[in-house]
């Protein structure tokens, strides 16, 4: 059966526009299609503990590629913890190279001074982050608890349980870092199945 002109111009274009999304896909995004993984860094800021969380992902399974927390003493002074949480970062970057980093957004705090001080410990990660060149992006605490418990009011505990058994880990990683882990595994279940409330990017 043939095809009119009009038909194969419309043909032309779809695969046109097929090419087009391809090609403009970001490189997160594209690996999660391949079989390639992607590597994904979550981190969790807070003055004092930073956790963090390095993943390799496909559209299959996901394991831990290294996590912790970066700890500062109490008596240090603001500045030296900032300093600690950008300069741990580097570090492990330098170990563990990524490809995007998701970081959990502020949220509202009753004490302005806690949120203010959440913020700071959150611009030292971006920093040490963007120098390394990642896709940024932040996501909602409740919306992570959400993807990786099934309730956004889940306690810490039980994240940091469903995180072990998603990446059949030994031991149950301590709260910080498993929130940092169920950042990056929850990005990567939203990019790998391709759905529409993507984190926002910063």
Not at 112 to 140: C, D, K, N, W
Request: hydrophobic letters at 45%.
């Amino acid at each position: 059966m043939g095809i009119t002109p009009k038909q194969f111009q419309q043909i032309q274009d779809r695969l046109n526009g097929a090419r087009s999304s391809a090609a403009s896909a970001t490189p997160a995004r594209a690996a999660v299609r391949s079989s390639a993984p992607m590597i994904v860094l979550g981190i969790d800021p807070a003055l004092r503990n930073t956790g963090y969380g390095i993943i390799a992902a496909t559209r299959t399974r996901a394991r831990a590629v290294t996590f912790g927390t970066i700890s500062s003493p109490a008596k240090w002074e603001r500045s030296r913890c900032l300093l600690n949480i950008a300069d741990s970062l580097r570090k492990v970057l330098r170990e563990h190279p990524a490809e995007v980093c998701v970081i959990e957004s502020l949220f509202y705090a009753q004490n302005l001074q806690t949120a203010l001080i959440m913020g700071e410990a959150r611009g030292a990660s971006l920093v040490a982050v963007a120098e390394a060149g990642l896709e940024i992006y932040e996501m909602a605490p409740r919306r992570v608890k959400q993807a990786i418990v099934g309730y956004g009011g889940a306690q810490k505990l039980a994240v940091a349980k469903m995180v072990q058994r998603m990446l059949a880990l030994d031991e149950t990683p301590a709260p910080d870092a498993a929130d940092a882990l169920a950042l990056a595994l929850t990005h990567a279940q939203t990019v790998g199945r391709g759905l529409l409330a993507t984190p926002k990017r910063l």
